[in-house]
Structure formats: structure tokens, C-alpha cells
């Protein structure tokens, strides 16, 4: 469980540069609101999962049928993904496609991401196989950890609501963006 948890806010740290360079800071999604909205609004569920994980993984056991509730939150999670995966190229077309290194960022995320599954894997065992509770029970890795990774689950559900906020083009929902200059961006 340590492992997975440090490689949770390996990836943590990853999407927010991800979010704030790449969907932020180059491409402005937030800002092209109605051609955006459908790639915000996965990231925003997206968004809503990994809060889910950053929030119980370092202070809740998932035992016995709470595993299979954990297990639906990974595997929606990755359909999410998969999902981003082709619905951002149609919405970042006029932008010319996704930037080169967002790709290789999103690899690198896949990765890790991975190696979170795998380290976890043995606990997942371990949850399946006791009494079903949902317990309060702090991972074996120090309090700052469980505390960074909280407040990585506010920020990504931040994050998340920001996106849904911007995908119903409500007012304000671009800024700092000016969401009437925004047509086509260079690369």
C-alpha cells in the first residue's frame, strides 16, 4: 500500500501539470466552451473518480463488497480515459491535435497509473477477502502523505467542478480566458 500511495501522488503531481500547462495554460479548454464541453465533462467525472481514490485510499480500507465498489470506480475511471483519449482529438482538431508532449505526459500518466494497480493489488486481495465494512484504518505511510494526498483530492475535484462549470458555458466559466478571443490557437 505505501508504494501505491507515493506513485498516487506521483500521478497526482503529473495531472496537475497535465491540467495547468497543457489543458489550461495551452490550450485553454475551460475558455472554448460548447467545442470543449464534451472533453470537460469526462474530465470532470474523470476528475470526480480520482477525487474518490486521493480521498479514501490513504484513510479507508475497502473490505469485502466494498472491493467490488472500489474495482468499479478503477475500471470506470479507465473507460473514462479510454474514452478521453478519442474525444479529445475531435475537440482539439482546430487546435491541430493534442500537443506532442501532453501525449507523452499522458503515457507517462497511463504508466504510472499502472504501477499504482499492480502495488495495489495484494491490499485489493486483502480487502476482498475480510468481513465487508468500509474501515477507518490510515495507511502505513507518514501523515504527510495522507495529508498531501487529501488535498490532491480537493484539488482535482476542484478541477473537476471548473470543467463541468466551463462544459455548461456558465458565466465566468473560461476565465482567466477571454472566451470571445478564443477561435483557433497557435501551436
Same mark, same amino acid.
Given at each position: 500500500?505505501r508504494?501505491?500511495?507515493?506513485l498516487l501522488?506521483?500521478?497526482?503531481i ?10 489550461? $495554460? ?5 475558455a472554448?466552451?460548447r467545442? =470543449?464541453? @464534451?472533453?470537460?465533462v469526462?474530465?470532470?467525472?474523470r476528475?470526480?473518480f480520482y477525487g ?6 490513504p $484513510?479507508?480500507?475497502?473490505n469485502?463488497r466494498?472491493a ?7 475500471v470506470a475511471?479507465?473507460?473514462?480515459? &479510454? $474514452?478521453?483519449?478519442?474525444v ?8 491541430g491535435?493534442?500537443?506532442a508532449g501532453?501525449r507523452?505526459?499522458?503515457a ?8 499504482? &494497480?499492480a502495488? &495495489?493489488?495484494?491490499?485489493f ?10 474501515v ?6 507518514? =501523515? ?6 487529501? =488535498?490532491?483530492?480537493?484539488?482535482v475535484?476542484g478541477s473537476?467542478l ?7 458555458e456558465?458565466p465566468r466559466?473560461? $476565465? @482567466?480566458?477571454d472566451?470571445?478571443?478564443i477561435?483557433?490557437?497557435q501551436?
Open positions: 500500500m508504494i501505491a500511495l507515493y501522488g506521483l500521478q497526482g503529473i495531472g496537475a501539470f497535465d491540467t495547468l500547462y497543457y489543458h489550461e $495554460w495551452r490550450a485553454h479548454l475551460p472554448r466552451g467545442r =470543449a464541453a @464534451p472533453e470537460l469526462l474530465h470532470a467525472a476528475d470526480f474518490v481514490l486521493f480521498t479514501t485510499l $484513510w479507508f480500507s475497502w469485502g466494498w467490488a465498489i472500489f474495482l468499479g470506480v478503477v475511471e479507465i473507460i473514462l480515459t &479510454l $474514452w478521453d483519449f478519442v479529445e482529438v475531435a475537440v482539439r482538431k482546430d487546435l491535435d493534442v500537443y501532453e507523452v505526459t499522458h507517462v500518466m497511463g504508466i504510472v497509473y499502472g504501477s499504482v &494497480l502495488t &495495489l493489488a495484494p491490499t486481495r486483502s480487502w476482498w477477502e475480510s468481513p465487508t465494512a468500509l477507518f484504518e490510515p495507511a502505513p505511510v507518514p =501523515a504527510w502523505v495522507r495529508i498531501a494526498l487529501t =488535498a490532491m483530492a480537493v484539488g475535484l473537476g471548473r470543467d463541468l462549470y466551463a462544459a455548461l456558465l466559466g473560461g $476565465w @482567466p480566458w472566451t470571445h478571443n477561435s483557433t490557437q501551436r
